[in-house]
């Protein structure tokens, strides 16, 4: 019998630059853990990634570098996959979409959809550039904002004011590339009908996933409710999987059409002869992503899966996470407010699993999370090198010095029955035995953090079985002190079992500094039926002790903060990426209108601002109500100046619990608007209503 084949993939990374820690934190280190995992328990399993290389922000970013799109994803393909190859994401196979199986994987699936009928085709008026002979996407076209009439706003956004736009909104457009006024031109694509298939398919299929997880089913079914749309499909380009319909050039495929595509020609390439054995029958397909790209994966691909109806197996499992902060802000790779993985193994070497174990800590499962520096140092210093380091170091020096760097091996011996020693143990044992199993509920629920706690948890009951028994103090009962260390040595060996999942650099210094190959029946054995004493035989040869983590300095924090800092751009130059999904997000759940009218909103007017020692995100606001003054402390600091808020007519939700902060009570919140790039504006009335007044 042929074993339950499992293709596990990570979101194709955007070829137009670097990966960043959001990156990594939102998917490719959970799916990494994941899969090391599957791989330990013996399972069929492979890990798909690749360059997604398609789409308009390509062009537009070679344009401007004055090279070829095909030039800028070679030098960013290389650059990623190098870079996760460093970092020990273990891909069995890292592809790419401009390889020509991919071309041919894509268009072979569109083929088979237009003949079976499955798109409606559209005819709609779009720019074109006469001189240039193309249609212009939207971010090729450029005029003056209808908003703030800046004259250089693009046909998808104004960059002064935040507007989202569209072509025909801006005045007095034109191309940028031949700077003539665009003509509009009828042109055919074809769209998928998702509202037929919402219906048809989808509503069922969201429905019966109630072992996703909460983030992932809450935004698929405010998609659904709010009633899908066909989209399109096709798209009027000149980069990417030429549309496979005769006479239709100047024309390819959507990128969220083709680029899941590359899940399945990237499992070609690595499997070509069996590879639909990844994608058909009972084989598990499993997405890891963040939720920037859930309407992609849970929405789009799994509705063109179905249309297709070659036998393939829909998403099992979407384990989406949500966003990963920096340093009290979002991360943007526009405003270069990002840490590269490629700069930090530059700069820090050696130091990969430090990261591994930092992110694997604070991943956005369930909502959003932050990175800061101060951070990685504290959880480095006091955890990897306070608990897990110095257990497995004390441990290995001990047996040096006391039994001979061998596992003891004192046949029938124990310390008696009920003693101390022989209590602690017991308790310790047990607690060990369940953190392992622990463990491995929580990976295989995608519950990473919980996972990774639990690893160390064990690290920390071997710190304390060792603080609890003093073996260094036993100098008469050298047997009891062989004993004791044995059992630290055990624990240690389970650390280093562990470590195979999550931090694989440290796994192999552990198994070294403990002499530790397990083989892989014997791996395969405990991490799917649990652990079984002894791991280490009796009389077996320890290697050298070693440190496995190094502390920390202040100055390396302060350092890669200043760096931060002075890398920020205060505009953004450059094209956000695709966000249709994550902005504007998705309605909350429906609400009665009592819900609403709990809420006390009224209009003040900002006496005075200012700052609040020591939080730097926080500015201080006394308030004119109408009805007395009252104080607010308000999480703005970062976005606006205490004298571009002093003054201001705002609106301020009165009847909120107050909340000290700073020692300071704070008496109600403003209400702000987060515009897609994450900066907040002021909501005001218009006209000149006076502070007191009520919003309802
Ligand atoms: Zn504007």
Redesign the pocket.
């Given at each position: 019998m042929s074993q339950r084949k499992i293709t596990v993939t990570a979101a194709l990374p955007y070829a137009n630059g670097p990966v960043h820690l959001g990156h990594l934190a939102g998917a490719y280190l959970p799916a990494d853990f994941y899969v090391r995992w599957r791989r330990l328990r013996g399972d069929d399993v492979i890990f798909i990634c690749g360059s997604d290389e398609h789409g308009v922000p390509i062009t537009i970013r070679a344009r401007k570098e004055g090279i070829s799109p095909q030039e800028l994803v070679d030098r960013n393909h290389a650059l990623i996959r190098d870079t996760f190859d460093r970092f020990g994401i273990s891909f069995d196979h890292y592809g790419r979409t401009s390889d020509p199986l991919h071309h041919e994987t894509a268009s072979e699936m569109f083929s088979d959809l237009l003949q079976k009928g499955a798109f409606t085709e559209e005819v709609t008026e779009q720019f074109y550039d006469e001189e240039a002979g193309q249609f212009l996407a939207d971010r090729y076209i450029i005029g003056t904002?209808p908003?703030?009439?800046?004259p250089n706003?693009y046909g998808d956004q104004?960059e002064?004011?935040?507007?989202t736009l569209s072509p025909q909104e801006l005045k007095e457009p034109r191309s940028a590339l031949s700077g003539n006024p665009p003509v509009l031109r009828p042109t055919k694509n074809w769209y998928l009908p998702l509202d037929r298939l919402q219906n048809e398919f989808l509503n069922q299929y969201i429905n019966s996933r109630d072992n996703w997880k909460t983030n992932v089913l809450g935004q698929c079914r405010s998609w659904l409710n709010e009633g899908l749309r066909p989209r399109a499909m096709t798209r009027d380009l000149d980069w990417g999987v030429k549309v496979p319909v005769a006479g239709e050039d100047g024309k390819v495929l959507y990128v969220w059409f083709e680029a899941p595509i590359g899940y399945i020609s990237i499992t070609r390439r690595l499997k070509p002869a069996n590879w639909q054995e990844y994608w058909t029958g009972d084989a598990e397909l499993i997405h890891f992503i963040g939720k920037d790209n859930i309407v992609f994966h849970c929405i789009i691909f799994p509705a063109m899966l179905h249309l297709y109806d070659h036998g393939f197996v829909v998403p099992k499992q979407v384990p989406a996470n949500e966003f990963l902060n920096l340093e009290g802000d979002k991360i943007s790779t526009s405003r270069n407010w990002a840490v590269w993985l490629h700069e930090y193994m530059d700069e820090l070497p050696g130091k990969e699993d430090e990261l591994r174990y930092v992110l694997g800590s604070i991943l956005p499962e369930t909502k959003d999370s932050e990175f800061t520096w101060k951070d990685w140092q504290t959880r480095i210093n006091s955890e990897l090198v306070g608990i897990l380091g110095n257990f497995v170091n004390r441990v290995l020096v001990l047996s040096g010095k006391f039994t001979d760097k061998r596992v003891p091996d004192m046949p029938g011996f124990a310390p008696e029955s009920g003693s101390p020693v022989a209590e602690i143990w017991k308790e310790t044992d047990q607690a060990v035995l369940a953190a392992w199993r622990e463990m491995n509920a929580h990976i295989e629920a995608f519950r990473f953090r919980d996972a990774l706690a639990a690893m160390m948890q064990i690290a920390r009951l071997g710190n304390r079985f060792l603080a609890a028994t003093e073996p260094w103090k036993m100098k008469d009962d050298y047997r009891t002190r062989a004993w004791v260390l044995d059992r630290g040595l055990q624990i240690c060996a389970c650390l280093q079992l562990a470590a195979e999942v999550f931090l694989p650099a440290t796994a192999a210094r552990l198994s070294d500094q403990l002499n530790y190959k397990p083989d892989a029946a014997t791996r395969k054995q405990y991490w799917k039926n649990g652990l079984e004493w002894p791991l280490l035989p009796a009389g077996h040869e320890l290697g050298e002790a070693g440190l496995l983590f190094r502390q920390v300095e202040d100055e390396v924090v302060e350092q890669q903060v200043k760096k931060l800092q002075s890398m920020i751009s205060t505009h953004s130059a450059e094209m956000p990426e695709e966000t249709a999904a994550a902005f504007p997000p998705a309605l909350k759940d429906t609400i009665q209108y009592d819900d609403f009218a709990k809420l006390d909103i009224r209009v003040v007017k900002v006496l005075t601002a200012e700052a609040v020692p020591k939080a730097d995100k926080l500015l201080k606001l006394t308030l004119d109500t109408g009805m007395g003054e009252r104080t607010v402390l308000s999480g703005i600091a970062q976005h606006f100046k205490p004298e571009e808020v002093a003054g201001k007519t705002v609106l301020w939700l009165g009847n909120l619990a107050p909340r000290k902060m700073r020692g300071i009570e704070s008496e109600g919140m403003i209400l702000m608007a987060e515009d897609a790039q994450g900066r907040l504006h002021f909501v005001q009335p218009a006209g000149d209503a006076e502070p007191g007044s009520t919003v309802s």
């Open positions: 904002c908003v703030c009439a800046n706003a104004c002064k004011c935040g507007s």
